[in-house]
T-cell receptor, first 108, second 116 residues
Framework: QQQVKQSPQSLIVQKGGISIINCAYE??????FPWYQQFPGKGPALLIA???DVSEKKEGRFTISFNKSAKQFSLHIMDSQPGDSATYFC???????WGLGTSLAVNP | DTGVSQDPRHKITKRGQNVTFRCDPI?????LYWYRQTLGQGPEFLTY????????KSRLLSDRFSAERPKGSFSTLEIQRTEQGDSAMYLC??????????????FGSGTQLSVL
């Protein structure tokens, strides 16, 4: 049973555009929501994370928006670059529940 | 700090054989996690250690899987009587448990297992 649902499965964005990836969770006990970036042949790397007492967190070009009542959170990548092309995963509850991933391609 | 290292990077084995993987975490990290990842999927939690104690183990983890972290430093993951369904990337991660709600995991590059 998947407890974190991630969408879309794949995403194509033009350079300079905004990439948006969404996740929805079920368990209200989750208290930590990270986003990871993974390149082929590498392990995931933490991008940014948020706690449910904050509605938004921004680090550079990456922003997490969190909607506690809707049990949803999203990753926004501003000014997307070809180097951002990777697979992105949301996770919950100290990284023990992961989404299925979103493959992002940023066209030059 | 050389990051989390895993050995071997690739392992090809025949069905029924036993395999063992090793993970060396970042030296000051007291938590160590094992995950399994198949193509097109997110990492699947297997187990984690705090120092040498194995604190949690996934219900999905078969009895053929065992993990150890004998001295609270490196860890091994053993799979006995491998099956073709065990073919996956096995990822190790470590963290420093300073603040449980803001834990940052550092992942190794994984061991790719292929069971023929």
């Amino acid at each position: 049973q998947q407890q974190v649902k991630q969408s879309p499965q794949s995403l194509i964005v033009q350079k300079g555009g905004i990439s948006i990836i969404n996740c929805a969770y079920e368990n209200t006990a989750f208290d930590y929501f990270p986003w990871y970036q993974q390149f082929p042949g590498k392990g995931p790397a933490l991008l940014i994370a948020i706690r449910p007492d904050v509605s938004e967190k921004k680090e550079g070009r990456f922003t997490i928006s969190f909607n506690k009542s809707a049990k949803q959170f999203s990753l926004h990548i501003m000014d997307s670059q070809p180097g951002d092309s990777a697979t992105y995963f949301c996770a919950a509850s100290r990284e023990m529940i992961w989404g299925l991933g979103t493959s992002l391609a940023v066209n030059p | 700090d050389t990051g989390v290292s895993q050995d071997p990077r690739h392992k090809i084995t025949k069905r029924g054989q036993n395999v063992t993987f090793r993970c060396d975490p970042i030296s000051e990290h007291n938590r160590l996690y094992w995950y399994r990842q198949t193509l097109g999927q997110g990492p699947e939690f297997l187990t984690y250690f705090q120092n040498e104690a194995q604190l949690e183990k996934s219900r999905l983890l078969s009895d053929r899987f065992s993990a150890e972290r004998p001295k609270g430093s490196f860890s091994t993951l053993e799979i006995q009587r491998t099956e073709q369904g065990d073919s996956a990337m096995y990822l190790c991660a470590s963290s420093l448990d300073q603040d449980a709600t803001n834990e940052k995991l550092f992942f190794g590059s994984g061991t790719q297992l292929s069971v023929l």
